[in-house]
Structure formats: C-alpha cells, structure tokens
C-alpha cells in the first residue's frame, strides 16, 4: 500500500520561501514512475503545479514556472518542491500524489486522473 506524508507548509509573506517533501513508502520506483505536486485553494479545484519522472523530466503550470522546482532524491523515496517568491494566489493545500503502475504519455501535471495515490495535504498560507 503506497502512504505519501507531506511536510514543510507554513505561513510566509509574500516573497518568502518553502520548502514541501513528499515521503513515500510502499512504492516501487519503475522506470514509468510518475510523482507529482498538486494544490487546492478553499472554493477552487485542485490543480497540478509539478510532476517529475524517474529520469527526472519535469512540468510546471505556468503560474510557478522561474519559481518552483520539483526534485527527488530516489534512495529517500522523498519528493520535493521548493517554492521561491510566494505570492498570495499560491495559498492553497498542497498535495502529493503518486502514479501507481505502468502509464502510457508523459508525465504531467495537467494528467491529475491518473494519480491514484495521494497525501493528507499540507497547508501553504501567504500573506502580503
């Protein structure tokens, strides 16, 4: 059974930084292993912001592109995303999830569908 347990949300002003991990147990990293960054803001839909592959192809939503970056660190099973110039829009839940098994195109944050495990959540607040 694959658990993935978020950490690092908090508030910061506008500007600041975080810094997000993602620990996965029970997943077997495959050559097809897809992991991935998602956020949802209180009366909107959660929404992608980044994904990352084994190989470590990234995507980015336009919003965070120059000032997320997604990362692993595979020996860890850890997944991280550091977010750099904070705006207020970026407050939301932010949520890992997990590709299970085999999938077919690319690895991509506009792919929510086909995540099938994910997180509790951790709380990103910022003010201005």
């Known amino acids: 059974q694959v658990q993935l347990v978020e950490s690092g949300g908090g508030s910061v002003q506008a500007g600041g930084s975080l810094r997000l991990s993602c620990a996965a147990s029970?997943?077997?990293?495959?050559?097809?292993?897809?992991m991935g960054w998602f956020r949802q803001a209180p009366g909107k839909e959660r929404e992608g912001v980044a994904t990352?592959?084994?190989?470590?192809?990234?995507s980015y939503i336009d919003s965070v592109k120059d000032r997320f970056t997604i990362s692993q660190d595979i020996a860890k099973n850890t997944v991280y995303l550091q977010m750099n110039s904070l705006k207020p829009e970026d407050t939301a839940m932010y949520y890992c999830?997990?590709?299970?098994?085999?999938?077919?195109?690319?690895?991509?944050?506009?792919?929510?569908?086909?995540?099938?495990?994910w997180g509790q959540g951790t709380q990103v607040t910022v003010s201005s």
């Open positions: 029970g997943l077997t990293y495959n050559s097809k292993s897809c």
């Open positions: 990352i592959d084994k190989i470590g192809s990234t």
């Open positions: 999830a997990a590709v299970r098994g085999f999938y077919l195109g690319a690895c991509s944050y506009a792919r929510r569908a086909m995540f099938g495990s």
